[in-house]
């Protein structure tokens, strides 16, 4: 999949992402990997750059699908979420995301890189800010996949305890602070949804803001129609070491779950995702759920196409869920609260369902189970709205236009 380049000089695109890309087991990772695979043999030579593991080189076959040249740092060791170090960390200036991407060897790669004078430079998250220079002669385009600053805000609106709630709005402030700064000094900034630009624009006052869509790449993701008896499988996919994804699963576990194991027996659901928490498994094992962890898979598309509905009982989040537009692409039906299709323009009761209290989510749960009409149907209009308007091929032809424009304005000035 490439972006046609038509007559154009082939131009160097510098990519900085936050993390090795491999193995794509996470949203922001899909989405960046797929723009790059579109893009890639296009109107840019890409050089990509990350932090990289040690044994990174097996994953060469597929670096070269996504960049034509591949630069790295070593990839930071993480401190346990309860160290004392992650504690004193609390108490810096910058927020926790911030800091986990600093890095010396990182900021010299970066500045060498920039030293070649690419076309333009992108820059992959807005903690990623952290590692580059203040100014440069280089365009920059900073690609913010979230509203990073409303993920904070969210937990603290939702969180009990008092202690985590606080630490929560700490976070949000410090993050308010270092993601205005970082979307300042852009020569671009690209959301993936209008209602994100907006969002940016109404917070931050930037006038430079671009939106291109969510894409899916559809002809990976094939359709499947759903069983048309009575469902009794349930699957969520996401990585459970992810804070958002956590909360969501343990609050349906705790307000939604019940409601529906009262009123449809033997039902299943799957968690699909990397690193779940202990304390999740033991709750669901101690009160007896048919749940069952995979853990990390190479593949969340047999698990996809195996079960009734994709559920999407998030509360907390930013950005947009690829996860949503890759089950839709499947064919499975979607449950999802309003946080967990936010920015897609998906519409209830033609794309998917949503529901926004433990009662009404169990209540489309069941209902979606037990009609396979509305299963067909729903699963139907949702592949077609995906493959007419979400392809990631489009996607990356839009980024790979809006990089284009950045080197132009740069040329003319």
Known sequence: ??????????????????????PSDSGGKIRTRDILQGMK???????????????????????????DRFVHWPEPARTGSKSRFRMLQLLAPLPLSVLSDRSPSARQLVAEELDRSPDVAVIDFAHTAIIFPQQTSVPTVLFTHNVEAEIFERHASIEKNV???WVWRSQARKMVEFESRALDRQDAVIAVSERDKEILEQRYGIANGKAIPTGVAVERFRYTPPSAGRGQKLVFTGSMDWAPNV????????????????????????VVGRNPPKQLISDAKRRGLPWRFTGFVDDVRPHISDCDVYIIPLRVGSGTRIKAFEAMALGCPVVS??????????????????ADTPETFAKAVIRMLDDGGLRADLSHKAREYVVERFSAERVAREFEEICLRMCSTATSA
């Open 41 to 67: 043999g296009g109107s840019f030579e890409i050089t990509l750059a990350s932090p990289a593991p040690l044994d990174h080189d097996r994953w060469a076959a597929e670096l070269s699908e996504i960049s």
């Open 247 to 270: 909360d969501g699963v343990a609050y349906f576990m705790d307000r939604i779950w019940p409601q529906i194991a009262e009123a449809r027996a033997g039902v299943q659901f799957t």
């Open 337 to 354: 609260t309003s946080i967990g299709i936010e920015g897609l323009e998906l519409t209830s009761e033609e794309h998917c369902l949503i």
């Open 163 to 165: 202690v985590k709630k």
């Open 1 to 22: 999949m490439t972006v046609a380049s038509g007559a154009r000089p082939r131009r160097r695109l510098l990519f900085v992402a936050p993390w090795f890309l491999f």
